[in-house]
């Protein structure tokens, strides 16, 4: 093998195949569902939940507990988000993009602080403060939980928390040994960024509209 390949993907002669194949499988849904986030198209919450669905069960059998938790908010939330996302506000519109309000920002300030000190505990619990990355975990876990709940509120600022945590996972994976969600965070973040520019289009051309 060559190096490159080796620093790439070396990690993976300690993994079951059948590990190698669920995480591959995972990832392509996962990049799935934000192609489907980008298009505002409620398929974002079917696949999505496939992928999560898999790597709770890849991540607790690695013992990655932070990131479980993550990928088990993500399923539940999912579930909320599509029916948030199916929910007519009225006889012909369903629920619209809108910009995040006052309260909304203080709730998902609640949300992020509380995301820490449960994510604290529960390392504290199982003892898994063995590593700096474990202190990262849980920031980009805080940073997650919100962006996924916006999310599931249909708010623009969403994508911003889904940029500022895929750029810190990018590395932060690499470094795990898990080089292709390393490199599916490299694309979420890619994707993310035409995702906020999408939804601040369609979002402009609906104010817009309402204003004739």
């Known amino acids: 093998m060559s190096p490159i390949f080796d620093v790439l993907f070396g990690q993976y002669s300690d993994y079951a195949t059948y590990q190698v194949v669920l995480e591959i499988v995972a990832v392509l849904f996962g990049l799935l569902s934000v192609v489907f986030s980008k298009q505002n198209n409620i398929l974002v919450y079917p696949t999505g939940m496939i992928s999560t669905a898999i790597f709770v069960y890849l991540l607790f059998q690695w013992g990655l507990l932070g ?69 990262i975990d849980t920031i980009t876990t805080a940073v997650f939980f919100v ?48 995702g906020y520019l999408a939804w601040k289009k369609s979002l402009d051309n609906n104010l817009q509209t309402s204003l004739k």
């Open 67 to 135: 990131d479980m938790l993550i990928n088990g908010y993500y399923f539940l939330m999912s579930i909320y988000g599509w029916y948030v996302w199916t929910r007519k506000v009225d006889a012909d519109h369903v629920t619209p993009i809108s910009y995040t309000s006052i309260k909304e920002h203080k709730v998902s300030v609640v949300i992020f602080m509380a995301t820490l000190i449960f994510v604290y505990l529960v390392y504290q619990q199982f003892d898994k403060w063995t590593s700096w990355t474990a202190y």
């Open 147 to 194: 962006g996924m709940w916006l999310m599931a509120k249909r708010k623009i600022e969403n994508w911003i928390y889904w940029i500022i945590g895929d750029l810190i996972s990018i590395p932060l994976y690499f470094y795990k040994g898990f080089t292709f969600t390393s490199l599916q965070y490299l694309i979420f973040t890619v994707i993310a960024v035409y």
